[in-house]
């Protein structure tokens, strides 16, 4: 059981280049999420999506692009990279939480993304 | 103004001593209060999850909430190396899976041998 996993670890861009930062769960989770973490701002939420086939936005969202085709896959595509796009990137997953569930969210290891 | 308030740090402690980290908060429907662990260049891991007000305490760990001051704290006992790290507090209206976490930016913690 891998949990949540991202790729790549690390990714230098330049403006204006395009590309997907890929997250995958195998815990079976309905709600996966992405965020970035800026000093000083916290986690910020870009998309979420609350199973295959449904996304929506979050509080950050624009110049950034989600799809969920499968349970397992979340990936989050940069359309045209900007500087202020510079950060580390979290995929997260959990069970729909409801009721008195105690789970939360499942962090992946992050993605630190510099754009040039 | 932030929804959540969280004192950055850095905080130093010697070994063994009492930690308390704190966060304020001014959104009333937030219900569910979480603390997550955040060790450098890895992403952050659940600590502690309470509902509404009161305490928990899990080990050497303990969660208090305060909603009528929306107020927040996370204790540490017997604070040992391994527990330096960044804390983030957090916190949700209802624990539904579309439910946005809104999270304080974090207090970065170093405990002293």
């Known amino acids: 059981n891998a949990g949540v996993t991202q790729t790549p670890k690390f990714q230098v861009l330049k403006t204006g280049q395009s590309m997907t930062l890929q997250c995958a769960q195998d815990?079976?989770?309905?709600?996966m999420s992405w965020y970035r973490q800026d000093p000083g701002m916290g986690l910020r939420l870009i998309h979420y999506?609350?199973?295959?086939?449904?996304?929506d936005q979050g509080e950050v969202p624009n110049g950034y692009n989600v799809s969920r085709s499968t349970t397992e896959d979340f990936p989050l595509r940069l359309l045209s990279a900007a500087p202020s796009q510079t950060s580390v990137y979290f995929c997260?997953?959990?069970?729909?939480?409801?009721?008195?569930?105690?789970?939360?969210?499942?962090f992946g290891p992050g993605t630190r993304l510099l754009v040039l | 103004q932030k929804e959540v308030e969280q004192d950055p740090g850095p905080l130093s402690v010697p070994e063994g001593a009492i930690v308390s980290l704190n966060c304020t908060y001014s959104?009333?429907?937030?219900?569910?209060f979480m603390w997550y662990r955040q060790y450098s260049r890895k992403g952050p891991e659940l600590l502690m999850y309470?509902?509404?007000?009161g305490n928990k305490e899990d080990g050497r760990f303990t969660a208090q909430v305060d909603k009528s001051s929306k107020y927040i704290s996370l204790f540490i006992r017997d604070s040992q190396p391994s527990d330096s790290a960044t804390y983030l507090c957090?916190?949700?209206?209802?624990?539904?899976?579309?439910?946005?976490?809104?999270f304080g930016t974090g207090t970065r913690l170093t405990i002293i041998p």
């Open positions: 997260a997953s959990s069970r729909d939480l409801g009721q008195e569930n105690q789970e939360t969210q499942y």
């Open positions: 815990m079976n989770h309905e709600y």
């Open positions: 999506s609350v199973g295959a086939g449904i996304t």
């Open positions: 959104n009333s429907a937030f219900q569910y």
């Open positions: 309470t509902y509404s007000s």
């Open positions: 957090a916190m949700s209206r209802s624990n539904f899976g579309n439910e946005k976490l809104t």
